[in-house]
């Protein structure tokens, strides 16, 4: 079992930056592939970031070179440093743990994952 617990989002302007948290609790904390998504209003979970125990990250394009995801395994703690932020960023935000041996592709589709934080907001204004 392991808990997800989210914080660091908020309202910020285009082009500002923002740093998402996520609190895991659980004894095998560092087998998890662990990953972001995001859900804006009428939209499906989108994937945002993902990253192995090893260290190997992923990424979609659209935030490639802006997103980048952190992991500490002591500390159980996941970081989501965005920045450039756009409007289209505006959603909320879940930080999720998943098997460790999904593939390149299965980390970033939401139902392989089986833990799932609350979810922090981010909005982005023009």
């Known amino acids: 079992q392991v808990q997800l617990a989210e914080s660091g989002g908020g309202m910020v302007q285009a082009g500002a930056s923002l740093r998402l948290s996520c609190a895991a609790s659980?004894?095998?904390?560092?087998?998890?592939?662990m990953g972001w998504f995001r859900q804006a209003p009428g939209k499906e979970r989108e994937f945002v970031a993902a990253?192995?125990?090893?260290?190997?990250?992923y990424y979609p394009d659209s935030v490639k070179g802006r997103f980048t995801i952190f992991r500490d395994n002591a500390k159980k703690t996941i970081d989501l440093q965005m920045n450039s932020l756009k409007p289209e960023d505006t959603a909320v935000y879940y930080c999720?743990?998943?098997?460790?041996?999904?593939?390149?592709?299965?980390?970033?589709?939401?139902?392989?994952?089986?833990?799932w934080g609350q979810g922090t907001q981010v909005t982005v204004s023009s």
């Open positions: 990253v192995r125990a090893g260290g190997s990250t």
């Open positions: 659980g004894r095998t904390f560092s087998s998890y592939v």
């Open positions: 999720a743990a998943g098997p460790g041996r999904l593939s390149v592709v299965q980390v970033t589709i939401s139902t392989k994952y089986d833990y």
